[in-house]
């Protein structure tokens, strides 16, 4: 069993729609929980983390963890063109130092 | 805004050769890394390095690769005899700190750079 998965998609949505990203994990020692965009030709970019379960908003987008179900979403509301972009799931354990496990990436375009 | 730098963008190099591949991390960060990616598949941590030593290495940094921080600004990657599986895209990243968000009372990002791409023939 893979120690993260995410569903590669490709995902796409219409101006304004509610996306949704998720992760599942088999790790019980993942700790922090992260989501990165990742542009065409850039680095990953960290969008949010969040510790041990629960919700974390910041403006359109919500992470989500549910550490019961080794669980974790990232919705976007209101999606914009310019959210087109791949989205990274990564974890890191609380003892492990700071390498960082990720997800295969979900490609999400946002059509005008 | 400080971002990381990587150079080249594109390396084309022949089974067997050496590459060396270089970094640029923010200038006052104290923690490097390298992943990679190859094409299709996920971002996978390579090693970490901090104080001039390897923190932390996974397993697929075996000794054809090897890190140094040969003067204040450069981090560099070198693989020794290169394979064709390790065309892939390379990203190095770097963090203020590696200390536990929980202990340190907020999170230290990593920050990576826009990567080079290896293509091995």
């Known amino acids: 069993q893979k120690e993260v998965e995410q569903d590669p998609g490709p995902l796409s949505v219409p101006e304004g729609a509610i996306v949704s990203l998720n992760c599942t994990y088999s790790n019980s020692a993942f700790q922090y929980f992260m989501w990165y965009r990742q542009y065409s030709r850039k680095g990953p970019e960290l969008l949010m983390y969040t510790y041990s379960s629960g919700n974390k908003e910041d403006g359109r987008f919500t992470a989500q963890v549910d550490k019961s179900s080794k669980y974790i979403s990232l919705f976007i509301r209101d999606s914009q063109p310019s959210d087109s972009a791949t989205y990274l799931c990564?974890?890191?354990?609380?003892?492990?130092?700071?390498?960082?496990?990720f997800g295969e990436g979900t490609q999400l375009t946002v059509n005008p | 805004e400080p971002e990381v730098t990587q150079t080249p963008s594109h390396q084309v190099t022949q089974m067997g050769q050496e590459v060396i591949l270089r970094c640029v991390p923010i200038?006052?960060?104290?923690?490097f890394y390298w992943y990679r990616q190859i094409l299709g598949q996920k971002v996978e941590f390579l090693v970490s390095f901090y104080n001039n030593e390897i923190s932390e290495k996974s397993e697929i940094f075996d000794d054809q690769f090897s890190v140094e921080r040969p003067d204040g600004s450069n981090f560099t990657l070198k693989i020794r005899s290169t394979k064709l599986e390790d065309s892939a895209m390379y990203f190095c990243?770097?963090?203020?700190?590696?200390?536990?968000?929980?202990?340190?009372?907020?999170?230290?990002?990593?920050?990576f750079g826009p990567g080079t791409r290896l293509t091995v023939t």
């Open positions: 990564a974890m890191r354990e609380e003892t492990s130092g700071s390498r960082l496990t």
């Open positions: 200038s006052n960060h104290l923690y």
């Open positions: 990243a770097s963090s203020p700190s590696w200390t536990l968000p929980r202990l340190a009372g907020k999170f230290y990002e990593q920050y």
